[in-house]
C-alpha cells in the first residue's frame, strides 16, 4: 500500500508579503471537496487574529455573524485549500488580538433584545388604557 499526497503549489512568498492584519475585513477563498467535485467557498468576516509571524504554521482567525451567531474559523496561511485571501477594507486598531469583539456582540444583541422585550410589552398596555377610555366615553 503506497500512501500518495495530493500536494498543490502554493505561492509561499506571496501570501508571506500579504499584508494581513488583526481588524482588516478579508474574503477567504476555500477550496471544498464534495462528491469528487472541487468548488470554492468565499468566507469574509474580519481578522481577530494572526499568529505564528511568517513561518510555516501561520494562522488567522477570521469572524463573522451568519444568521445571527458569530462563526469562526482558524486558517493556515500556507494551506494548499485556500486559493486565495483577499483583503476587502483595512482597519486601525490598536491591538493584537482583537478578541474583545466577541463580548463587544454579544452585549449589543442583549441589548437589542432587552429594547425588543420591552417593546412588546409596552405595547398591549397602550391599547388596554386606549380600550378603556373608549368604554368610559361610550358609557356617559
Given at each position: 500500500m503506497k500512501a500518495t499526497a495530493k500536494t498543490a503549489n502554493v505561492n509561499i512568498e506571496e501570501r508571506r508579503t500579504q499584508d494581513i492584519r488583526p481588524g482588516d475585513v478579508v474574503k477567504v477563498?476555500?477550496?471544498?471537496?464534495?462528491?469528487?467535485?472541487?468548488?470554492?467557498?468565499?468566507?469574509?468576516?474580519?481578522?481577530?487574529?494572526?499568529?505564528?509571524?511568517?513561518?510555516a504554521g501561520a494562522t488567522i482567525t477570521v469572524r463573522r455573524v451568519a444568521n445571527g451567531y458569530g462563526v469562526e474559523k482558524i486558517y493556515p496561511m500556507y494551506s494548499p485549500l485556500i486559493e486565495k485571501i483577499e483583503v476587502v477594507r483595512r482597519a486601525k486598531v490598536r491591538k493584537a488580538k482583537l478578541y474583545y469583539v466577541r463580548d463587544k456582540a454579544q452585549k449589543e444583541l442583549s441589548k437589542r433584545m432587552r429594547a425588543e422585550m420591552m417593546r412588546k410589552d409596552e405595547t398591549p398596555a397602550e391599547e388596554v388604557v386606549?380600550?378603556?377610555?373608549?368604554?368610559?366615553?361610550?358609557s356617559n
Open positions: 477563498h476555500q477550496k471544498i471537496q464534495e462528491k469528487g467535485k472541487t468548488r470554492i467557498q468565499i468566507f469574509e468576516g474580519m481578522v481577530l487574529a494572526r499568529k505564528h509571524g511568517v513561518e386606549s380600550a378603556d377610555t373608549n368604554h368610559n366615553e361610550s
